[in-house]
């Protein structure tokens, strides 16, 4: 039997372009000699959903067009789609997978373990499935999991988060391949992991495991597609590429497929991740063309760079806007970067607004020192520029502070957190440099001057970031350490050797901007604790966590 493992790029709610792009690659996987082809979880509708679950015309839109596409397919093809609950006690809906043949739907299979932490809330929406059956296909009985439901090896967890192992019950039954389709988002070396689980099972139960995963950005989230299929012995037997769409085979009896080369090392797929969920955001919403600043500072440069790969030079419009900080340097750094990017670029200065505004508030403030609120005025007359030139054009903002500065609130409401997605908002400014190096690994595209100043946003007269914060080496450590591994400050003083008033001055930052951050624009997902739908903390709270 060969299994075509069809990775495509859904948009949620696009019932009649996700239809035609199943029906396309079931053909092409007939034309390749495919017994069956496998896709993704919730294809048919998109996933996440969110609440369109909740709405009966989205559910039956589903069920139209799950048996439409029953009378389209040229082969046997597994779809995920939206269905009915099994009964009329809780959700009136699951997470289903169909397997489409001879004009019908010839087997369904529910979501049994429903994940409710980080980004997930399925619990939510889905009622879990109760049991669970093999369907014999083809002188094989397949099994038919859907995502989380291969997350619970007892053997592979060392804190399993379910009583129940779908994957286990399914041995039982008598299952000789583990079919498992999914919708499993891209965070930094989840790849790896995801191939070690799936790996620990094969070898575990000598079956093979054909996993085929959701590719493309779908608002924060990037799903990085990744489907691979791995044989009895736990060997790679199949892989589709990373961050675009593609269509595999897979022989069960033999072992051999196609497999596809990956990003080189976790860096270079971080890069692909931005690249493709900034992409997916922009055209998804509707856009095809994006405005930013251009400060000449590294942030802005790295945005520049990942817009250009994603949506094309012509379509990426930089902006100086000079103010009176602004060195010269920067503004030639800015223009070069323009430059080596091909994009258009344009210079707007903010001085003379900048002195009326002043004028205009001169008496109010009349005996008070210059502090960040001059400084803040500089960022929001940007940010209103910006907002101007998208409005004009058709165009969206792309925001360019880093996660470091979201999270310590270095950052300026309806200023430089103006636009539509905030593209490197879950990156570390260490993680920043790092990336603009690969950037600049093949030929000089981001100045050398922009990777070696000290960084500042120049809005006073001699300012540089480190006035206010450590240095970003230390920043990002005690960062990640309270945002993503939840230590206290007092864990991160004793663990890493570091002054608790510094790390108490640093976490209360970062308490004290949520307020900021639940205004930001959407931010693509890259750690595995961004600042978004995955975490929800309180903006009224005095809890301190020492």
């Not at 001085?351 to 005996?367: M, P, S, V």
């Not at 996660?403 to 103006?418: F, I, N, P, Q, R």
């Not at 000290?454 to 006035?467: G, H, K, V, Y």
């Not at 001055?505 to 595995?528: H, N």
Request: hydrophobic share 40%; net charge negative.
């Amino acid at each position: 039997m060969k299994i075509a493992l069809a990775q495509f790029n859904p948009t949620v709610g696009d019932f009649a372009g996700n239809r035609a792009r199943i029906v396309q690659m079931t053909g092409e996987a007939r034309r390749r000699g495919a017994d069956l082809a496998v896709f993704s979880e919730l294809c048919l509708c998109g996933y996440p959903p969110q609440d369109l679950a909740e709405r009966p015309s989205f559910v039956d839109r589903n069920a139209v067009e799950i048996h439409r596409l029953a009378g389209e397919v040229e082969l046997p093809a597994l779809v995920g789609y939206i269905g009915k609950a099994q009964d009329d006690t809780g959700k009136p809906v699951a997470n289903c997978a169909a397997l489409l043949a001879d004009g019908k739907i010839a087997f369904e299979q529910r979501k049994m373990l429903l994940p409710a932490y980080d980004v997930f809330d399925e619990s939510r929406y889905f009622q879990p499935a109760v049991s669970q059956f093999v369907f014999p296909f083809s002188h094989h009985r397949l099994s038919i999991t859907i995502c989380e439901d291969c997350w619970n090896d007892k053997n592979f967890w060392s804190q399993p988060l379910y009583r129940r192992d779908p994957v286990a019950e399914l041995v039982e039954k008598g299952t000789t391949v583990i079919l498992n389709i999914s919708a499993s988002p891209y965070t930094l070396d989840k790849r790896a992991l995801r191939f070690d689980m799936l790996e620990a099972i094969a070898r575990r139960y000598r079956m093979p495991v054909v996993y085929v995963n959701q590719v493309g950005g779908d608002d924060s989230l990037i799903f990085d597609g990744s489907s691979v299929a791995i044989t009895a012995e736990g060997k790679i037997g199949a892989l589709a590429h990373s961050f675009q769409e593609d269509l595999v085979l897979f022989d069960v009896e033999s072992g051999a497929g196609d497999v596809r080369p990956q990003p080189t090392g976790e860096l270079a797929a971080a890069y692909h991740a931005l690249v493709c969920g900034t992409r997916d955001y922009v055209r998804k919403c509707g856009f095809e063309r994006v405005v930013l600043g251009l400060s000449g500072g590294v942030d802005s440069a790295l945005v520049a760079a990942i817009a250009t790969e994603a949506l094309g030079a012509a379509n990426v419009l930089g902006v100086a806007m000079p103010g009176p900080y602004s060195s010269e340097g920067s503004q030639r750094d800015a223009r070069q970067l323009a430059e080596n990017l091909g994009i258009r670029f344009i210079t707007l200065p903010i001085g003379e607004t900048f002195a009326k505004f002043r004028g205009i508030l001169a008496d109010t403030f009349a005996g008070r020192a210059d502090d960040v609120t001059e400084e803040n005025l500089q960022a929001r007359i940007r940010g209103n520029l910006l907002m101007a030139l998208a409005n004009k054009f058709g165009s969206l903002v792309l925001s360019t502070g880093n996660k470091s500065e979201m999270a310590v609130g270095y950052c300026t409401l309806y200023g430089d957190m103006a636009g539509g997605l905030a593209a490197i908002s879950d990156v570390p400014k260490t993680m920043v440099y790092e990336l603009a190096a690969l950037v600049n690994r093949g030929r000089e595209v981001i100045p050398v001057e922009t990777l070696t100043k000290p960084p500042s946003a120049e809005l006073c007269a001699n300012q540089t970031d480190q006035d206010c914060l450590p240095p970003y080496e230390i920043l990002d450590t005690i960062l990640k350490a309270y945002i993503e591994e939840l230590r206290s400050p007092r864990e991160i003083a004793d663990h890493y050797d570091f002054s608790r008033d510094l790390v108490l001055t640093i976490t209360r930052m970062v308490d004290r901007s949520e307020y900021k951050r639940k205004q930001a624009p959407p931010g693509l997902k890259l750690t595995s604790k961004a600042f978004g739908v995955g975490r929800r903390l309180p903006i009224a709270q005095k809890f301190s966590g020492t």
